[in-house]
Nanobody
Framework: QVRLVESGGGAVQAGGSLKLSCVTS????????LGWFRRAPGKEREEVGK???????VYGDSVKGRFTISRDNEKDTMYLQMNRLKPEDTAFYYC?????????????????WGQGTEVTVSS
């Protein structure tokens, strides 16, 4: 059974930082590409970024230069380091496994999802 569990969310002031974790089980972690998405209140799910098996990353325009995705194959865990947070980064953040079919930025191209962790950024 594949599971992805996010943690690390919380409340922070604008300009601050948070680091999210996504712990996986039930899959061969080092062979999988994983992504982060977020959903703000009243908005569609938005791509944050993706990391491939070699550690190469791509990011959505709204977070590029502020967020960094990494992975630890020994711990079967992916991370999202979020710096210079803005109120518009407030959302539930989800990790997911990419199916390797289609665009990395489309949520329908991911098959397993975590339950999400909430991030609130105050001004």
């Amino acid at each position: 059974q594949v599971r992805l569990v996010e943690s690390g969310g919380g409340a922070v002031q604008a300009g601050g930082s948070l680091k999210l974790s996504c712990v996986t089980s039930g899959l061969t972690f080092q062979l999988n590409q994983l992504g982060w998405f977020r959903r703000a209140p009243g908005k569609e799910r938005e791509e944050v970024g993706k990391i491939d098996t070699q550690g190469f990353t791509v990011y959505g325009d709204s977070v590029k230069g502020r967020f960094t995705i990494s992975r630890d194959n020994e711990k079967d865990t992916m991370y999202l380091q979020m710096n210079r947070l803005k109120p518009e980064d407030t959302a539930f953040y989800y990790c997911a496994r990419w199916t390797r079919a289609g665009s990395w930025a489309l949520p329908e191209n991911y098959d397993y999802w975590g339950q999400g962790t909430e991030v609130t950024v105050s001004s």
